[in-house]
């Protein structure tokens, strides 16, 4: 079902007017290119945000032809690296099966190879680890493989299966509980071995998040220090402000602040005031997301690691409960 009142493009257009100093934007769902004025969006962020240094969006691969235009047009804008996940969760068999679309892995495959060929596009398969797909990495990459030669295994992001209510939806699904922390760990450490070294920022990143797994999930809490609202935010489709994609404390909407900063929100005091009521049991409820790694970036090129601001903004309605591209 369509989301409801979503942000229109042009409160979308204010916002990034008033608010432009962002260095990496995640542009997220649901499925981006569901909504017409993607590119528009997308423009908006590339005007305005001078310092941008990465924009990422994830997309199901369903829509070929569509996501392969919207990505044209994103790359004629001139903006300095574009990242694209197209998200699988598996071989053939057992991606469709999660998913429970018949023919959804062959879209997918043609979606990434397709986008490969663009040039100024990085484009990587992203697999989420949860109770049905834990060990299928293997199986995965292999699939992968043949449809694309040369592939690499670089060319994936894996991460482990996080839940969120006011973003993937799926904290009633408890699927996090279904699966073995030991399964997670050994599914991880593997991956991590066949990435091997790397020393692109993406590189670092992944090599961070994929590390600090472990600990994560034998405390519980998150394993460096967490810079939400200091260095991040995540944004929903009605102009909702979080913390990040994981902590579900509302603390305002850019609709009912006249500048539509985020800042304005009473971001910085909120976050102060979150850390010290909840002290060490907030981290604890954060997960371990992406986003996260963050802190990582200040131990690669300086121009990579200023505290300036990332975002995370949701311009399209979720496609189900647990999903997210």
Same mark, same amino acid.
């Given at each position: 079902? *369509?989301?409801?009142?979503? /942000?229109?493009?042009?409160?979308?257009?204010?916002?990034?007017?008033?608010?432009?100093?962002?260095?990496?934007?995640?542009?997220?769902?649901?499925?981006?290119?569901?909504? *017409?004025?993607?590119?528009?969006? #997308?423009?908006?962020?590339?005007?305005? #945000?001078?310092? %941008?240094? /990465?924009?990422?969006?994830?997309?199901?691969?369903?829509?070929?032809?569509?996501?392969?235009? &919207?990505?044209?047009?994103?790359?004629?804008?001139? +903006?300095? *690296?574009?990242?694209?996940?197209?998200?699988?969760?598996?071989?053939?068999?057992?991606?469709?099966?999660?998913?429970?679309?018949?023919?959804?892995? @062959?879209? !997918?495959?043609?979606?990434?190879?397709?986008?490969?060929?663009?040039?100024?596009?990085?484009?990587?398969?992203?697999?989420?680890?949860?109770? $049905?797909?834990?060990?299928?990495?293997? !199986?995965?990459?292999?699939? $992968?493989?043949?449809?694309?030669?040369?592939?690499?295994?670089?060319?994936?992001?894996?991460?482990?299966?996080?839940?969120?209510?006011?973003?993937?939806?799926?904290?009633?699904?408890? %699927?996090?509980?279904? =699966?073995?922390?030991?399964?997670?760990?050994? $599914?991880?450490?593997?991956?991590?071995? /066949?990435?091997?070294?790397?020393?692109?920022? =993406?590189?670092?990143?992944?090599?961070?998040?994929? *590390?600090?797994?472990? @600990?994560?999930?034998?405390?519980?809490?998150?394993?460096?220090?967490?810079?939400? +609202?200091?260095?991040? #935010?995540?944004?929903?489709?009605?102009?909702?402000? &979080?913390?990040?994609?994981?902590?579900?404390?509302? /603390?305002?909407?850019?609709?009912?602040?006249?500048?539509? !900063?985020?800042?304005?929100?009473?971001?910085?005091?909120?976050?102060? %005031?979150?850390?010290?009521?909840?002290?060490?049991? $907030?981290?604890?409820?954060?997960?371990?997301?992406?986003?996260?790694?963050?802190?990582? %970036?200040?131990?690669?090129?300086?121009?990579?690691?200023?505290?300036?601001?990332?975002?995370?903004? =949701?311009?399209?309605?979720?496609?189900?409960?647990?999903?997210?591209?």
């Amino acid at each position: 079902m *369509k989301p409801r009142d979503e /942000l229109t493009l042009d409160e979308i257009r204010r916002f990034f007017q008033r608010s432009n100093r962002f260095v990496w934007i995640d542009v997220t769902g649901g499925e981006v290119s569901l909504r *017409k004025d993607f590119p528009a969006i #997308c423009e908006a962020i590339i005007t305005n #945000c001078r310092d %941008l240094l /990465l924009l990422h969006f994830p997309t199901n691969g369903y829509l070929t032809d569509k996501i392969v235009q &919207y990505t044209r047009e994103i790359t004629r804008m001139g +903006l300095e *690296k574009l990242i694209i996940t197209v998200s699988t969760d598996g071989d053939e068999a057992m991606n469709d099966r999660i998913r429970g679309v018949d023919g959804g892995w @062959r879209r !997918q495959m043609e979606t990434f190879r397709r986008l490969r060929e663009l040039p100024g596009v990085h484009v990587v398969l992203g697999m989420t680890l949860s109770a $049905a797909n834990v060990d299928h990495f293997p !199986q995965a990459f292999a699939a $992968a493989q043949r449809e694309v030669p040369g592939l690499g295994y670089r060319d994936f992001h894996v991460n482990i299966v996080h839940e969120s209510e006011h973003y993937l939806g799926n904290t009633d699904l408890r %699927l996090r509980a279904q =699966v073995a922390p030991e399964a997670l760990v050994r $599914a991880t450490d593997a991956v991590a071995r /066949l990435r091997g070294l790397g020393w692109s920022p =993406v590189d670092y990143l992944e090599r961070a998040y994929l *590390k600090r797994v472990p @600990r994560y999930l034998e405390t519980g809490r998150t394993p460096m220090r967490c810079h939400a +609202l200091r260095a991040s #935010c995540f944004i929903d489709s009605w102009g909702h402000v &979080y913390p990040c994609t994981i902590y579900d404390r509302k /603390l305002g909407s850019l609709r009912e602040t006249e500048d539509r !900063q985020p800042a304005r929100i009473g971001v910085r005091p909120r976050a102060h %005031l979150a850390r010290r009521r909840d002290g060490e049991g $907030a981290a604890r409820d954060l997960g371990l997301p992406m986003p996260s790694v963050l802190d990582a %970036l200040r131990g690669i090129p300086e121009h990579f690691g200023q505290p300036r601001p990332t975002l995370g903004a =949701v311009p399209c309605g979720r496609t189900g409960p647990g999903r997210a591209g």
